[in-house]
């Protein structure tokens, strides 16, 4: 089993705060700033005009749906099985919020691949537009995914020895 899986859990926590820091729950259906039907925590999965849910159904799809992202995270990155929690779960929050497809091609999964933690940190800030424009608020997003991903990578936090 992987480190980030094993011990406190700490993955699925984590990133299920950070969604929530940014996504903000809405349970009547509305377009999204490029037109998805969205629901809930920012769930687009069969969303449709007038769809009404629960805090509870939104809560519950949400836990769901960014376990199942975390898997298809790491099926995507091996090497966060040997990573701290907190890379897992910035890579977790990027793909809840861009798609599994854009996240699979993106920087941030390649330099992952190579090891490449530092440019693989700065590639988060590359995901801060909507329709071509950037966003504050997705540059605030990607600015605290970035900060988890290095914040995890510290040697103190892993169990290293700082010199």
Known sequence: MSAALIG?????????????????????AYRDMVGV???????????????????????????RR???FQLAV???CPALHLEAP???????????NVGLGAFGASSVRRHIARREFDAAADSFLLWNKAGGAVVAGLTRRRQA??????????????GGVVA
Do not use: N
């Open 8 to 28: 406190d859990g700490a993955a699925l926590p984590m990133a299920l705060r950070l969604i929530r820091a940014f996504e903000g729950c809405r349970l009547h």
């Open 37 to 63: 039907w969205t629901i809930g925590w920012g769930e687009t999965l069969d969303v449709g005009e007038g769809m009404v849910w629960s805090q509870q159904r939104a809560d519950e799809v949400l836990r």
């Open 66 to 68: 960014v376990a199942q």
């Open 74 to 76: 790491l099926k995507l």
């Open 86 to 96: 907190g890379r897992l779960a910035a890579c977790t929050s990027l793909a809840y």
């Open 145 to 158: 995914e970035r900060a988890l991903f290095v914040q995890a990578g510290a040697p103190a936090l892993r």
